[in-house]
């Protein structure tokens, strides 16, 4: 694929940032028409659970996408998209507090303890926070790339959470959450069989290559 | 004593509420699809016939509570015959023929007989029975069902001395509920009570909601109505009714027994093995509500389960 010129990745960017932003949206829109059906808290709750899983799999998916279209630039879009992954984790985790538990800090940690779609739903959660946090340039800067690298492999981990929550929470039907396992494990597989390849191609120490 | 005019216009006939609500919408996909000349559209019913029924006596059972609106009492449903979305069957079960219906009657009876869902409307006076219903996922409304104690009919078949138990039974037809062409549960859906909580005068056999026949989303014709179980206890469409010795193998039980026992009193102190029931979202309300001992019905239910273990028996 052709690099796209700097002033053109601006203008892609941007497009991206008012997609992310639009089932968001679509949601503020809906609660001020009343157009959330009959339980609104389960529609916003379960409409952000899934854009987080959604957003989480496409940055997933950036790596894989930018060595098979040879489209280097697409790294560009990573940071916004996981960024995206942890703004609706944010609302997500807000309407629960809020509208579940009201506040109710004994609830919310009895919850976390003893439900376990709601141990590893928070888990991810509170593993995505350093990752936002170091998500800025300068950030990586201080990390240094190799210590950054290791910090932000760790959402290959909330991925496989953030699938485990969804599964966990469904009462019988689990056809939804096994699409989105599928899909999280031909990304995780991609990088395994990378991984290989690598190895089988260059046995002697391999050059320390930007990937994750 | 009011005598009811034989009516000329079958209740079948009668245009539901939820059709004529959207009526511009139908005229408008039966143009489109070229049908203006008069043929009638062959793959929906005249979806659930909305006749009125009257009279309704009222009941002391009823609460005062705030109703749920008819809106979403029609329109968010756990009724995976047709789709596992709570919108799916307010979309799907205009395939529901109701009429004709019928319900059989069999097993550790003296009188078996097959009753037609005419007949089973006029069994006894229809009562009002405004209920609390608690869905076993943590949401709950407030429903005028119509109906009458199911004890009504179960004393016309007399059951032996050895039904101890009561199976309900639900139609099994894939065609006209293409749910059942997924196996999420076992299908039919089978469902059942003990014979106290079957003669329990809560217990009502019901055909209607808010003062109509019940629409299909909700378990037309015919469904049972238990306020003090979780809502899957409360078997809807029902085909058959048995009397048994043997506790009845029910769907949910069947499907997850670790999770779903027979008896599923809402019981707030014995949580669903992955999520807890101490608390439920009363449609309408934004925040939680604690939930109440047997959905609030402890008064009347609690001494059938003197002495038991309801961690054990759940």
């Known amino acids: ?212 | 004593m009011l005598i009811r005019k034989p009516a000329d216009i079958l209740p079948s006939e009668i245009t539901s509420r939820a059709v004529y609500a959207r009526r511009r919408e139908f005229i408008k996909s039966a143009a489109a699809l070229g049908l203006a000349a008069g043929l009638s559209p062959v793959a929906i019913q005249p979806a659930a016939a909305a006749a009125k029924l009257a009279p309704l006596a009222k009941s002391a059972f009823s609460t005062d509570e705030k109703m749920t609106p008819f809106e979403a009492v029609t329109t968010y449903n756990n009724f995976y015959e047709f789709g596992t979305g709570k919108e799916d069957p307010s979309r799907r079960a205009g395939s529901l023929r109701t009429r004709p219906w019928t319900v059989k009657i069999d097993g550790e009876v003296k009188k078996p007989r097959t009753f037609d869902i005419e007949e089973l409307l006029k069994l006894a006076p229809l009562e009002e029975r405004i209920y609390r219903m608690r869905c076993v996922e943590g949401w709950s409304m407030v429903i005028p069902w119509i109906g009458y104690p199911l004890s009504e009919l179960i004393k016309r078949v007399e059951p032996t001395g050895n039904a101890r138990f009561v199976e309900f039974t639900t139609l099994l037809d894939p065609v006209q509920m293409p749910g059942q062409k997924v196996g999420v549960l076992d299908w039919p859906y089978i469902e059942g009570l003990r014979m106290d909580e079957a003669m329990h005068s809560l217990t009502i056999l019901t055909v209607g909601l808010y003062g109509e026949v019940l629409p299909n989303q909700n378990g037309a014709p015919v469904r049972v109505v238990v306020p003090w179980k979780y809502g899957f206890k409360s078997a809807k469409s029902i085909v058959r009714i048995r009397f048994t010795a043997e506790m009845p193998k029910t769907a949910w039980m069947v499907a997850v027994p670790s999770e779903y026992g027979f008896y599923s009193n809402v019981n707030p102190k014995v949580d669903h093995p992955r999520w807890s029931q101490a608390k439920e979202r009363r449609i309408g309300d934004l925040l939680k509500r604690e939930t109440l001992m047997f959905n609030g019905y402890g008064d009347q239910v609690a001494g059938l389960y003197a002495g038991m273990d309801l961690r054990k028996y759940f």
């Open chain 1, 1 to 212: 694929m052709k690099q796209p010129k700097p002033e053109h990745i601006k203008w892609i960017k941007a497009a991206v940032f008012a997609l992310c932003l639009v089932p968001f949206s679509r949601l503020v829109w809906r609660a001020f028409a009343g157009t959330l059906g009959v339980n609104p808290i389960e529609t916003i709750t379960h409409s952000t659970g899934w854009w987080t899983l959604a957003f989480l799999l496409i940055t997933l998916s950036v790596t894989p996408l930018r060595r098979l279209l040879e489209a280097p630039w697409l790294l560009r879009l990573r940071r916004m998209l996981g960024l995206f992954a942890f703004f609706y984790v944010c609302v997500h985790f807000t309407i629960w507090l809020v509208f579940d538990h009201f506040f109710d800090w004994r609830a919310v940690a009895a919850d976390i303890a003893k439900r376990p779609y709601i141990t590893v739903g928070f888990t991810a959660f509170a593993l995505l926070i350093p990752l936002a946090a170091t998500s800025t340039n300068a950030m990586v800067r201080r990390l240094g790339a190799a210590q950054w690298q290791r910090l932000h492999r760790f959402v290959y981990l909330i991925g496989i959470l953030g699938v485990l929550h969804f599964l966990w929470l469904v009462k019988k039907d689990i056809r939804e959450p096994m699409v989105f396992a599928a899909i999280l494990a031909v990304l995780l597989g991609v990088r395994v069989l990378y991984r290989l390849r690598q190895k089988r191609t260059a046995p002697v120490a391999a050059p320390r290559s930007q990937t994750a």
